[in-house]
């Protein structure tokens, strides 16, 4: 029988973590024949509601699950993990400045860094999901000198599922017929999510809905403005859409691409004039032996690449803000 893929969750405890573990435990991640063993990390203070957790995945049964590890210590939540994803992160409070948070999150992201550096598998794979994302996975890539750049991940696909959806939705068609949609830039309501290039079936997206404002001027803040239209409408920021998106990323990764292309925020070497050394959104395709990289030959417009790029310039701000208190170099 295969061996055990571990996976390491920060903020276990949380909205996104209830969400998120159970479908990991199924086998929605890795497949129905892929046993897992979660190692769950906590703070502290969210330690007792971990154990109710756990307590739940026990009575779940999973065949597929082979250990539960609870730890508020990053040397044993990321000792041997094939995977760590990031989802805990400390929320923006009232009158906390944008740079207190970059600070903030900053510290236990250079923490977090550097106790998979030296605990985790070399190969690991590392996706941030915990805000600001981007941000905080160029602090734990920068915190984590001996794992590749290439092994950190930060989240856009729900970005890009929220936007598949607006789309399919206003041309009146099943969400399956809308592909190649790419979401640039920052996760952030600065995010690009480009609609000419976009599909729908065989039909460029722009030639099935052809009201350019709308396009412009509903789709594009509506996919940006998301997660705040969730949160008034719930009163709690979006957490199963949040775990779906998990999932589909790292399935994505650990699966060669046929057909469509993902979003997700990769280690920049310049690829489309964006800033190299950022972790920034771009499209992804995975090869037949695993290997990940930007698709080639996109054509943008000067209004996508303007969007791109006052989004990318957020993403060298927050870095400025973030580095500078933390003592990282660029
Ligand atoms: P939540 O507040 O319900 O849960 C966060 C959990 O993380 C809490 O249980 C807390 O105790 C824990 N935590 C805090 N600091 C920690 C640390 N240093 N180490 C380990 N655990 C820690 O939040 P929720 O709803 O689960 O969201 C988590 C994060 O995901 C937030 O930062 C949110 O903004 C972000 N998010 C990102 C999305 C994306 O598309 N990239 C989408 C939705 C949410």
């Known amino acids: 029988s295969k061996a055990p893929i571990r996976v390491a ?4 405890a949380g909205n996104i973590g209830y969400a998120l573990l159970f479908r990991i435990a199924s086998g929605q991640m890795f497949g129905p024949d892929q046993p897992v063993a ?3 990390i906590e703070i502290e203070p969210g330690m007792a509601a971990l154990k109710g957790v756990a307590m739940e995945l026990d009575d779940c049964a999973f065949p597929l699950l082979t250990e539960i590890v609870q730890t508020s210590d990053l040397a044993v939540g990321f000792k041997d993990v094939d995977w760590a994803l990031l989802v805990g ?4 409070k009232q009158g906390m ?3 207190d948070l970059l600070g903030i999150n900053g510290k236990v992201f250079v923490g977090q860094g550097k106790a998979i550096n030296d605990n985790a598998k070399p190969s690991v794979r590392v996706v941030v999901v915990g805000n600001p994302c981007n941000t905080n996975c160029l602090i734990a890539m920068k915190s984590a000198p001996d794992i590749p750049n290439n092994q950190f991940f930060a989240m856009t696909r729900l970005d890009e599922n929220r936007a598949k959806t607006q789309l399919a939705q206003k041309a009146g ?3 399956k017929e809308v592909s190649e949609l790419c979401v640039w830039g920052n996760h952030s309501p600065t995010m690009f999510p480009d609609f000419y290039n976009a599909k729908i079936g065989r039909l460029k997206a722009t030639d099935v ?3 350019a404002a709308w396009l412009k001027d509903t789709f594009v803040p509506v996919v940006g403005q998301r997660g705040k239209a969730i949160i008034e409408a ?4 979006s957490a199963a859409s949040a775990a779906n998106a998990v999932v589909d990323t790292v399935r994505d990764l650990c699966t060669p691409t046929r057909g469509d292309f993902h979003s997700v925020c990769v280690i920049s070497n310049g690829e489309y004039g964006t800033p190299a050394g950022l972790i920034t959104s771009m499209p992804i395709k995975v090869d037949a032996i695993g290997k990940w990289r930007v698709v080639e030959g996109i054509k943008l417009t000067d209004y996508a690449k303007e969007k791109i790029a006052a989004s990318n310039q957020e993403l060298l701000d927050e870095r400025e803000m973030a580095f500078g208190q933390l003592g990282l170099s660029i």
């Not at 969750?9 to 276990?12: D, K, L, Q, S, Y």
Request: charged share 20%.
């Open 234 to 237: 719930r009163g709690a920021s």
């Open 9 to 12: 969750v920060t903020g276990a």
């Open 97 to 99: 400045e944008r740079a």
């Open 89 to 92: 992160s400390v929320p923006r």
């Open 209 to 211: 809905i052809t009201d």
């Open 173 to 175: 068609v099943s969400v």
């Open 38 to 40: 979660l190692n769950l």
